[in-house]
């Protein structure tokens, strides 16, 4: 399989798994502004095939974000080389570094895992989503929006400690790739397992449903999730990412 090919296959399958309610596709970029905290939702990500003048797409995010009350954000894969060269030259900063990686799906034997599998979330998981991130009430309903707008095959994987969802993650297949999502185990109960048992079940339920192999997309120095992620196969990197900020001070002055 050609790496170019599946690298940018991931990578719109990764934008088709947590997608933005509200967003632009111009000229060879996506715009995307869900609002909120989460990065990839509120930046512009450069789009395969040939793209406009950076310089141009920076001037058109500058005036939207602006407009939104929002820092002026770009999300920069490895797959693109041409991208960094022009923020540098408008002031952005680089921050963040994330790892995609990728497992084959169809030689990987089913295991035992315990985790429960739902075609939709359920009020106990949102729940447990919210209270496992601590995170306040508007962005758990821009979180929710995001999940009602996939429209492609999705599934909610939970495990429990007694009554009590202590793990969850949800899986998208898109293109013959699952894309795994929203992992999270509650502290008091990590290097348990309980990561290992929601994954194993999304991608059990991913092979059943067609996908050939997966992806997820990982922060570079979360060392123990980086760990379980090898652990279930995700031996393969097939790009980085990393994000430009234009600080909001910096957009009202030009």
């Known amino acids: 399989m050609d790496t170019a090919d599946l690298a ?33 939702t509120n930046s512009v990500n450069p789009l395969r095939g040939e793209r406009g003048d950076p310089r141009a797409i920076i001037s058109l995010a500058e005036a939207v974000y602006t407009r939104l009350g929002q820092a002026s954000l770009f999300r920069v894969p490895s797959l693109t080389a041409d991208v960094d060269e022009a923020l540098d030259a ?6 963040g570094h994330t790892l995609t990686l990728f497992a084959e799906l169809r030689a990987r034997a089913a295991l035992p895992h315990g985790a429960e599998i739902s075609a939709t979330p359920s009020i106990e998981w949102l729940s447990a989503r919210q209270r496992l991130n601590g995170v ?9 929006t995001m999940l009602d707008s996939i429209l492609l095959p ?19 297949v898109c293109d013959g790739l699952a894309v795994i999502e ?34 997820l997309q990982v922060v570079a120095d ?11 196969g995700f031996q393969r990197e097939l790009y980085r990412y990393h994000y430009r900020r234009l600080p909001l001070e910096s957009q009202r002055q030009a």
Request: charged share 25%.
């Open 154 to 172: 999705k599934s909610f994987a939970a495990a429990r400690v007694d009554a009590d969802i202590a793990a969850l993650a949800y899986g998208v």
């Open 136 to 144: 306040d009430a508007r962005e758990q309903r821009i979180y929710e």
């Open 182 to 215: 929203s992992v999270i185990t509650d502290a008091a109960w990590r290097g348990r397992g309980l990561g290992k048992q929601v994954v194993g079940a999304l991608l059990d339920w991913a092979r059943e449903a067609g996908a050939a192999g997966a992806c």
């Open 8 to 40: 940018w296959r991931a990578e719109e399958a990764c934008m088709n798994a947590w997608p933005s309610p509200r967003e632009a596709i111009l000229d060879g970029w996506r715009l995307r502004a869900a609002g909120g905290a989460v990065r990839r």
């Open 90 to 95: 408008a002031g952005y900063a680089a921050e």
């Open 222 to 232: 979360n060392a123990p999730a980086v760990a379980l992620y090898r652990s279930l």
